[in-house]
């Protein structure tokens, strides 16, 4: 289980152990997700409706997409924005975690309450991932204008980009879409790690039953099961992550899109080959104009492969973060 548990018998993670591993969860799970992410970005930032059964825009489904993108742009495009996405999600990571993990312990050692509880969770949670987003906007501004840029390319390079966005439009273009994004990282966050305490919990005593159950009829188990059963970074994790990860973003997913729309912002000539382009005045603009212009249906634009790269996303994260934690506590203490 994430978080400080003080009824565990192993050291409690220090801050560095713990951005260690968040950080690795976080290089991990972008490498693997960073299509779908590509797909959903594209989708976000259409004006036109994205529909399969009255194709308007550039993009109308998610299998169109990929087609789409690789034909035009090839493989590589799939993972436009991968350098500025990967030090996103390594500092992210890192923070995320390191920021839980201590709020966690401190709530034990400051409060009566119960620190693994999912209420507790929630809170510090979502107080870790306000952490997290601020120090790694930048970066989260950098991978949106790298994934939503066509050809022929706007920025050539990292450097390139960095250099063109400050001189034209100042150092606060690396924090547009801040307020969305604070607005909607803290329920998503908080959710992530309520529904995943929760999830988690149930499926470690549904496997505790299961397994005592088939020892006392000698059933035989595997090595292999049984670590995928039992052990803290097991299909468990995975499961809890995944589901924990879809319903948290359907909550919170329009904030996800005003964020998006407001950070290609001064962006557009780059945007004029995918169809209509936009430009918003702040977030109550964005979200006003969304709607009277698309409909209601405009602020879940991409939420397909949205939901199914928060499932994968989440589940990973989790899944590799505990199991990079075991490893780490196994090798303090056969030290």
Known sequence: MVGYDPA????????????????????VTRALISPLDVVKIRFQLQIEQVSSWKPQGKYSGVVQ????ILAEEGPASLWKGHVPAQ????????????????????VHKSQSYNCQT??????????????????????????????????PKVYRNLRHAVYTMYCKEGALTFYRGLTPTLVAVFPYAGLQF??????????????????????????????????????PGGLQSLLSGSIAGVISKTM?????????????????????????VRTYHGFV???????????LRGFFKGLSPSLLKASLSTGFTFFWYESFVSTITSLKGSQ
């Open 285 to 295: 603009d964005c979200m006003v104009r969304i709607a009277r212009e698309e409909g």
């Open 87 to 106: 030090l996103l999600s390594v500092l992210y990571g890192a923070v995320q975690f390191a920021t839980f993990e201590a709020l966690t312990e401190l």
């Open 65 to 68: 997409a990929f087609r789409c």
């Open 118 to 151: 999912p209420g507790v969770h929630f809170l510090c949670g979502g107080i870790a991932a306000c952490s997290a987003t601020v120090a790694c906007q930048p970066f989260d501004t950098l991978r949106t204008r790298f994934a939503a840029q066509g050809e």
């Open 8 to 27: 565990s018998r192993s050291e409690a993670l220090t801050p560095e152990e713990a951005a260690l591993a968040g950080s690795a969860a976080g290089m």
């Open 194 to 231: 309520f529904f995943y305490n929760i999830l988690k919990t149930l499926l470690d005593s549904d496997s505790g039953t299961w397994k005592g159950q088939h020892q006392q009829r000698g059933q035989f188990q595997s090595r292999a099961s049984r670590a995928c059963m039992a052990g």
């Open 252 to 276: 919170t997913y329009p904030c996800d899109l005003f964020k998006k729309r407001l950070q290609v912002g001064g962006f557009e000539e780059a945007r004029l080959s995918f169809g209509q």
